[in-house]
C-alpha cells in the first residue's frame, strides 16, 4: 500500500497511523467548538467542565456548551429571557434527568448567526453576574 505526497495512504491514514483530518467524520459537537472558538480567544474565557462534559466559562462560571450526543447549544441567560425564548419557540427548556434549569435552553436549530448571538449573551449575561 503506497502513499501520497502528504504521507497518506489510500485508507487516509499517514504514516503515524493517524486519520487524515479529511477523511474524518464530523463529530455531533464540531459545529458549537467551531462556533466557540473566538470567545476561547478572549483573555477572561476557558475550557472547564459541566456535568463532566467541556463547557466554555467567563470568569470560571459556565455560560455555552453543548449536548455531548447531539450537538444542541446550551446557553445561560436570564431566567425571564429564557422564558420568552422558549414562549417564542426559539429554544426548549434545559432538564438534564427530568430537571428543569430556569436559567437555562437548550437549541436544537443549528443556526449560526442565532447562535452566535445567544452565546455572545450567555457571555455577557454570566460577565455580569460574576
Do not use: Q
Amino acid at each position: 500500500m503506497g502513499t501520497d505526497s502528504k504521507g497518506t495512504d489510500s485508507m487516509g491514514t499517514d504514516s503515524m497511523g493517524t486519520a487524515a483530518k479529511a477523511n474524518k467524520k464530523p463529530e455531533a459537537t464540531d459545529f458549537f467548538w467551531e462556533l466557540a472558538e473566538p470567545f476561547l480567544a478572549r483573555s477572561d474565557v476557558d475550557e472547564g467542565s459541566l456535568m463532566g462534559f467541556p463547557c466554555v466559562r467567563v470568569g470560571g462560571d459556565f455560560f455555552t456548551t453543548c449536548d455531548h450526543r447531539t450537538g444542541h447549544l446550551i446557553v445561560k441567560l436570564d431566567r425571564d429571557r429564557v422564558a420568552d425564548l422558549i414562549t417564542e419557540g426559539s429554544g426548549e427548556p434545559f432538564a438534564p434527568a427530568g430537571k428543569v434549569f430556569k436559567e437555562w435552553m437548550l437549541v436544537e436549530r443549528r443556526d449560526e448567526a442565532e447562535w452566535v448571538a445567544l452565546m455572545d449573551e450567555a457571555y455577557e449575561f454570566v460577565k455580569g453576574k460574576s
